[in-house]
Each structure stands twice: as structure tokens, then as C-alpha cells.
């Protein structure tokens, strides 16, 4: 009983199959300013349709500069996916991050 429960715990552990793909815009400098913008994004058929309407990076940013936008396929998605695909192959989600560039703003000179 022991090693069917072994052999179950391995086989979840890789059919989850998480996955990542990070994309960087320019150099990448460190900020701590900003916590990325988290956000599912939904395909359905396969992966076919783009249920949702494409990151709007500009919006996500407040008009700054994206800096980084990473998509994940994490458990939770997997877990909602794999519930209501049991029946047909409907709905993919995955998270979108969004991290923005840090915006300076220039210092003001008080006139005397």
C-alpha cells in the first residue's frame, strides 16, 4: 500500500508540469519600488483562443516602461484547469506578472 502511494505521490509530482517564460525589456536593474502586477489570463480549446484580451502593459504600468512580464503555468492554474477539463479540454489559464520600470522623478528647484 505504501509504494502505490509513493507511486501515485511521483507520478503527480511530474505530470504537474509548471512552467515559466520571462521576457526582459532593456537592462535589468534591480526594484524594489514596484510589486509585479498579478493577473490570469485565459485561453480556451487547447490553447488555441485567447479567450482574454491581451496584457495591456502600457495600463498595467501607468504609462511607464515594462520592465519584465513573466507567464506561468503554476499549480493553481493546473488544479483549476485540470478540474474543469475533466470533462473537455475548455480552459487554460495562466498568471501574468508585469513588473514596471522604476519612474524618476526629477527633483524641483525652489526659486528664492
Same mark, same amino acid.
Given at each position: 500500500m505504501?509504494?502505490?502511494?509513493?507511486?501515485?505521490?511521483v507520478?503527480? %509530482?511530474?505530470? /504537474?508540469?509548471?512552467?515559466?517564460?520571462? @521576457?526582459?525589456?532593456?537592462?535589468?536593474?534591480?526594484?524594489?519600488?514596484?510589486?509585479?502586477?498579478? $493577473?490570469?489570463?485565459?485561453? #480556451?480549446?487547447? +490553447?488555441?483562443?485567447?479567450? +482574454?484580451?491581451?496584457?495591456?502593459?502600457?495600463?498595467?504600468?501607468?504609462? #511607464?516602461?515594462?520592465?519584465?512580464?513573466? %507567464? $506561468?503555468? /503554476? @499549480?493553481?492554474?493546473?488544479? #483549476? /484547469?485540470?478540474?474543469?477539463?475533466?470533462? #473537455?479540454?475548455?480552459?487554460?489559464?495562466?498568471?501574468?506578472? %508585469? %513588473?514596471?520600470?522604476?519612474?524618476?522623478?526629477?527633483? $524641483?528647484?525652489?526659486?528664492?
Amino acid at each position: 500500500m505504501q509504494n502505490k502511494m509513493m507511486l501515485v505521490m511521483v507520478m503527480l %509530482t511530474v505530470m /504537474s508540469g509548471c512552467t515559466r517564460i520571462h @521576457f526582459d525589456n532593456g537592462e535589468q536593474i534591480a526594484n524594489t519600488q514596484h510589486a509585479p502586477k498579478k $493577473q490570469w489570463h485565459h485561453n #480556451a480549446a487547447l +490553447s488555441l483562443y485567447e479567450v +482574454s484580451e491581451p496584457v495591456d502593459l502600457k495600463k498595467n504600468c501607468d504609462g #511607464a516602461k515594462w520592465s519584465s512580464v513573466e %507567464t $506561468q503555468l /503554476s @499549480f493553481v492554474n493546473g488544479l #483549476a /484547469s485540470t478540474a474543469v477539463n475533466e470533462v #473537455a479540454p475548455l480552459w487554460y489559464p495562466k498568471t501574468v506578472l %508585469t %513588473t514596471c520600470e522604476k519612474v524618476q522623478v526629477p527633483l $524641483q528647484v525652489k526659486d528664492k
